[in-house]
């Protein structure tokens, strides 16, 4: 078994999927407290901006996915196949600027790191799609690439859709609240502590 091997084993056993999806509100938290002392003021209008585009890309998400109905096609999935991730990388990618020059130096293993949860998360998931919508998820795989957006094939009318119902069905202004509760609780205590 090579390195990559026994990385990716890591990042597909079972019970370390249990225990991250049990643990990883309250090691967030953790994370995100002691981070606050390292937290540069003064980069917030660098970070503010990248999670916000990152949110805005899981909102748009939220407002075209009928999860477990039918196959997201509309909206951000008309140009890549998993949105909601690369949504979700720009959202943290915007907290690691944050922390100024330590978060520069972050960048890479950050994103070595998301990779690797995003590259077997999403594998996961894609063989399970594969079962349970068939041959219209094939043909949606083929025409679609896995990470990397493209706007081949793409028409205005499946990039325009957006569905205010799916996006409340799907939570999406709790996970916009939380994004922006947590910004304006980091500036005002990095004002405080600095």
């Not at 917030?44 to 477990?68: D, M, N, T």
């Not at 600027?97 to 996961?124: D, S």
């Not at 079962?131 to 706007?151: M, Q, S, W």
Request: with cysteine; net charge positive; glycine share 10%.
């Amino acid at each position: 078994m090579g390195g990559l091997d026994r990385i990716n084993g890591v990042f597909n056993h079972e019970g370390m999927r249990k225990l991250w999806l049990r643990i990883r509100i309250p090691i967030g938290a953790l994370v995100l407290c002691g981070l606050i002392p390292l937290v540069k003021r003064e980069w917030f209008w660098l970070g503010l901006p990248v999670s916000l585009a990152g949110e805005f890309i899981q909102l748009w998400c939220f407002a075209a996915l009928h999860k477990g109905k039918e196959l997201a096609c509309k909206g951000p999935y008309a140009f890549v196949r998993n949105p909601m991730y690369l949504g979700r990388y720009f959202i943290v990618l915007g907290f690691v600027l944050l922390l100024g020059e330590i978060g520069l130096w972050l960048l890479v293993p950050y994103t070595a790191f998301y990779w690797f949860y995003m590259f077997n998360r999403v594998g996961r998931e894609e063989a399970f799609l594969k079962k349970a919508l068939g041959e219209p998820y094939a043909d949606y795989c083929r025409r679609v690439n896995r990470f990397l957006p493209t706007c081949k094939g793409v028409s205005a009318q499946s990039v325009c859709y957006w569905n205010w119902a799916l996006l409340t069905k799907n939570h999406g202004w709790i996970n916009a609240a939380a994004l922006v509760g947590v910004y304006v609780v980091l500036y005002f205590v990095a004002g405080l502590l600095h």
